[in-house]
């Protein structure tokens, strides 16, 4: 299957990163992609380094013009999308939502952001509610694809469940970048950290990862820190981890990339994990921490 994933710098304009997406869209789209991928919350600047309730206004219904815009997209060019939008779901209730769409342009499904952070710059908690649909695969015509969203890539249990659930792929919209006062090697650290646990995911449930962050510098309209440098470095990995792409750290890239959807089969035959995982020893990882 060939993937397109888009990885970009966002402005103010909601409207201008919008229309920006739909050129790259159509880029990819002619170069063959049948799925393609977008970065976590596409449609706008990252607005949760800063706590203000004004920036709640983003948010917008699903179904919602947003839903409509990208719908009529992937129809337009016959491919599955992955989107990323804000979701207001009630007055006073919203989540960081993935819509899937499908060829035809309607909703294949949604997830819900599970796992939201609250860190300096980061303050998801003040923003999204957590998602309340677990972790169950969307079906497509392409294949059941195991969508997640940023900050739960970091954990391995979302990756089993939706595996467990039969995903053919993991999918990942991300917004991640650096912490302006860290030093050089500190940020590498960290950018191979995010990258090399997921390409575990990949590894650890035999699948495809597909993960697409944003670029760029975005200032923090607070002026109390210098904003973040996302890093980019979107990748495609195969299901023993091995990069069938990796995009640079600071540039805008709209790739198209080969992912062998039946390589998995033969993985998983020579590495057995699913069988041989010790399911009846594994009741305490629904705890909190083991005293």
Wanted: with cysteine; net charge negative.
């Amino acid at each position: 299957m060939k993937v397109g994933i888009i990885q970009q710098t966002c402005v103010a304009d909601v409207e201008a990163n919008k229309q920006k997406l739909a050129q790259n869209i159509a880029r990819v789209a002619r170069q063959g992609a049948e799925l393609v991928v977008l970065q976590e919350l596409h449609n706008s600047l990252y607005f949760c380094q800063v706590e203000d309730v004004g920036n709640c206004s983003l948010a917008e219904p699903i179904p919602g013009p947003s839903t409509e815009y990208y719908g009529a997209l992937a129809k337009a060019f016959g491919i599955v999308l992955v989107t990323s939008l804000y979701e207001r779901r009630a007055p006073g209730l919203y989540h960081n939502t993935a819509v899937v769409f499908e060829k035809d342009g309607s909703i294949a499904g949604i997830y819900r952001k599970n796992h939201i952070p609250d860190d300096p710059a980061y303050y998801e908690k003040f923003y999204f509610t957590p998602g309340d649909l677990g972790f169950r695969p969307i079906e497509t015509s392409v294949g059941k694809l195991g969508v997640q969203v940023c900050w739960d890539q970091w954990y391995p249990e979302g990756a089993r469940l939706m595996a467990l659930a039969g995903a053919e792929l993991l999918i990942y919209p991300t917004a991640i970048g650096y912490e302006s006062s860290d030093s050089p090697e500190e940020q590498e650290r960290q950018r191979e950290a995010w990258t090399t646990v997921q390409r575990g995911h990949a590894v650890a449930n035999g699948l495809p990862v597909i993960a697409v962050n944003r670029t760029g510098h975005e200032p923090d309209p607070s002026g109390q820190t210098r904003g973040i440098q996302f890093w980019g470095s979107s990748f495609v990995v195969g299901p023993q981890g091995e990069f069938l792409y990796r995009a640079p750290k600071d540039e805008e890239v709209c790739q198209v990339i080969d992912v062998d959807m039946q390589r998995s089969e033969n993985v998983r035959r020579w590495w057995p994990f699913l069988r041989d995982r010790r399911i009846d020893e594994f009741g305490e990882l629904t705890k909190r921490f083991r005293d």
